[in-house]
């Protein structure tokens, strides 16, 4: 495999890093519409890492120990940002289910 082509794969895998940082930043500032922005531009970079797939699996020693650094870099941001949103999504989903429960009671003194 080319230099080039590990330097490509290693920048997607910075490029998650650094998109996942900013998702972090973005849930400790309780700014949902960055954290939804940030796991897109993800989306997008895993996508193109899936495209070259096949030649992940052939980097060198010295790529190989640098992605999985980056990819613990990544898991632990996740991490985080699961800690800091858990609480978040669990009160929008009770105050879901209040309003669901107040559409029902309404619609049952309508009938």
Do not use: F
């Given at each position: ?7 490509m794969i ?100 309508r009938?």
């Amino acid at each position: 495999m080319t230099m080039d082509k590990q330097a490509m794969i290693l920048g997607y895998y910075e490029q998650v890093r650094d998109a996942s940082s900013q998702m972090l930043q973005a849930a400790r500032s309780n700014d949902w519409d960055a954290l939804v922005a940030g796991e897109e531009r993800c989306a997008a970079i895993i996508g193109k890492l899936q495209a070259c797939s096949d030649d992940v699996g052939r980097l060198d020693a010295n790529a190989k120990k640098r992605t999985h650094e980056i990819i613990r870099a990544i898991l632990a941001n996740d991490a985080e940002i699961r800690d800091l949103t858990q609480p978040w999504l669990r009160q929008l989903e009770s105050h879901l289910g209040a309003s669901r429960m107040s559409r029902r009671i309404a619609n049952t003194y309508r009938s």
